[in-house]
T-cell receptor
Framework: QKEVEQNSGPLSVPEGAIASLNCTYSDRGSQSFFWYRQYSGKSPELIMSIYSNGDKEDGRFTAQLNKASQYVSLLIRDSQPSDSATYLCAEAKRNTGNQFYFGTGTSLTVIP | NAGVTQTPKFQVLKTGQSMTLQCAQDMNHNSMYWYRQDPGMGLRLIYYSASEGTTDKGEVPNGYNVSRLNKREFSLRLESAAPSQTSVYFC????????????FGEGSRLTVL
């Protein structure tokens, strides 16, 4: 079983809609979670990090963490064509140093 | 602001050849990582180095070796390349803290024929 599971999509939403991306993780002790965006042919870039239960908002992005359900999500409000990319969920394990494990990614297309 | 620099960006090898991917970061980060990315597989951790002088295996270490040369540099070596190692390789670094995020290099596309 992978450490982090994502619905791989692809996900298509119309411009202006809300895109919802989901991720589950297997280690109940994990503390830190991240959402990365990756455009085709580019390297991943961090868009959100979340460390405690609840919601964290940054502009059009909201990350949600539910440790009881071992569930992390990312909502993108007012989706734009420029949001079309693959979104990667990651968790950090704090053993010897930080080990970061990624899901397989969800491909999002925002249709103008 | 170089961040994480990887070389080479592209490489074609024949089966059995060896090569080293180089990575350097200028952010004074303690931890460095090598990932591979294959279609439908996401990013898979090959090896990581929590701090200078230490290295540990990740999810898919077979066929690879690493060297943490100093705090800045972390290299990945393929001793005898196989077609299954055709992939895009990313080097990354992070601070050693509970809130450290990963910063990625631009990636190295390796093809093994």
């Amino acid at each position: 079983q992978k450490e982090v599971e994502q619905n791989s999509g692809p996900l298509s939403v119309p411009e202006g809609a809300i895109a919802s991306l989901n991720c589950t993780y297997s280690d109940r002790g994990s503390q830190s979670f991240f959402w990365y965006r990756q455009y085709s042919g580019k390297s991943p870039e961090l868009i959100m990090s979340i460390y405690s239960n609840g919601d964290k908002e940054d502009g059009r992005f909201t990350a949600q963490l539910n440790k009881a359900s071992q569930y992390v999500s990312l909502l993108i409000r007012d989706s734009q064509p420029s949001d079309s990319a693959t979104y990667l969920c990651a968790e950090a394990k704090r053993n010897t140093g930080n080990q970061f494990y990624f899901g397989t990614g969800t491909s999002l297309t925002v249709i103008p | 602001n170089a961040g994480v620099t990887q070389t080479p960006k592209f490489q074609v090898l024949k089966t059995g050849q060896s090569m080293t991917l180089q990575c350097a970061q200028d952010m004074n980060h303690n931890s460095m990582y090598w990932y591979r990315q294959d279609p439908g597989m996401g990013l898979r951790l090959i090896y990581y180095s929590a701090s200078e002088g230490t290295t540990d295996k990740g999810e898919v270490p077979n066929g690879y070796n690493v060297s943490r040369l100093n705090k800045r540099e972390f290299s990945l070596r393929l001793e005898s390349a196989a077609p299954s190692q055709t992939s895009v390789y990313f080097c990354a670094s992070s601070r050693l803290s509970n809130t450290g995020e990963l910063f990625f290099g631009e990636g190295s596309r390796l093809t093994v024929l």
